[in-house]
């Protein structure tokens, strides 16, 4: 059995199946474990999906919100045991794959169009 092929059946039991389509632009809850003291709790994490990197166990999300005038992102790994949730929102119709120009603006500028329909392109 050569290495590559251990490694494909060691990521293939670490991968997560229960993950909803994701795609640019959508609206997300992610809901993170948090450790304080010797207690967890899941805190939830909402905003709009600007980013992918697709690398199989180490595939990352990035999620940009805007909390009191101050624009947060946050880089989650999808496969991580420490995401117990993730909940599409709301879907989006935009035209690049990075939306990095969201950073740029403020207020209502930053608001996409809604998508409808099933269809996750």
Known sequence: MNLSKLVQDLEATQRRTD????????T??????????????????QGTRIAQHRAGVNSTITVRRVFQGVGRERVFLLHSPAIQSVEVL???RVRRAKLYYLRDRVGK??????RFGNNPE
């Open 90 to 92: 709301r879907r989006a």
């Open 28 to 45: 997300v809850a992610v809901g993170v474990l948090i450790q304080e003291g010797n207690k967890q709790r899941v805190q939830t994490y």
């Open 19 to 26: 993950l909803p389509i994701l795609s640019i632009g959508d």
């Open 109 to 114: 500028a930053t608001r996409l169009k809604e």
